[in-house]
């Protein structure tokens, strides 16, 4: 089934620890995104792709990398986890980034940072 | 700076009416969706405006007005699968989505 995996979809993690989301699209959409999502708050991008070997930060990149080496893969990369990262964080993607196409977004990954 | 505002928690009766409004300030305006997110779960696609008026989807319609900044989306006929979240996200002038903090819609038997 075409769509959006994310791994994992649960982590509890020690502070300090360095922790990979990772994200894999088969629709081969060129624009991907990496958000979180806080209560009470809307979904913050952390972090883009335009396409293929590009990135871009969104609102919130403090603390967190990406990397786009191809087409199908984003993950997102927290160097050193703190607290204040548990979140529940949702990769999406779309055709292109000025398309008026929807957004795809994986089933989401729950992370706990103690 | 940008701001989208919907309301926090709305509670509605089974077979029901509701509308859920949204108004947004954004530096331009390329867009507004409309998602649902049931407790959980991801996000998903309901509907899009860029034009003024209405877009009717089955029982489900969303509205645009571009000069109030303003969108509402209407949900007919409701149904308790439609508790859920939903989600007011606008494309600003650099096809960033600027998304509403969600308005948690709670169906009453």
């Known amino acids: 089934i075409a769509g959006i995996t994310q791994a994992p979809t649960s982590q509890i993690l020690a502070a300090g620890r360095r922790m990979t989301l990772r994200c894999t699209q088969d629709m081969r959409h060129n624009a991907m995104y990496w958000y979180r999502q806080d209560l009470g708050l809307g979904l913050r991008l952390i972090h883009y792709s335009n396409t293929a070997g590009t990135t871009g930060k969104g609102e919130v990149p403090d603390g967190y990398s990406v990397s786009r080496a191809n087409t199908d893969d984003f993950p997102l990369t927290l160097a050193s986890a703190v607290p204040s990262q548990t979140s529940v964080y949702f990769c999406?993607?779309?055709?292109?980034?000025?398309?008026?196409?929807?957004?795809?977004f994986g089933e989401g990954s729950r992370l706990t940072v103690l | 700076g940008q701001n989208i505002d919907q309301p926090t928690e709305m509670t509605a009766t089974e077979g029901a009416i509701v509308q859920i409004n949204c108004t947004y300030q954004t530096s331009g305006f390329n867009g507004l969706f409309w998602y649902q997110q049931h407790a959980g779960e991801a996000p998903t696609f309901l509907s899009y405006n860029v034009l003024d008026g209405l877009e009717e989807k089955g029982r489900f319609s969303s509205f645009l007005s571009r000069s109030k900044g303003y969108s509402y989306l209407l949900l007919k006929e409701l149904q308790m699968k439609d508790s859920a979240s939903y989600l007011c996200a606008v494309r600003d002038q650099n096809y960033q989505l600027i998304w509403g903090a969600g308005t948690k819609l709670i169906i009453k038997p």
């Open positions: 999406a993607s779309t055709k292109t980034s000025g398309s008026t196409g929807e957004l795809f």
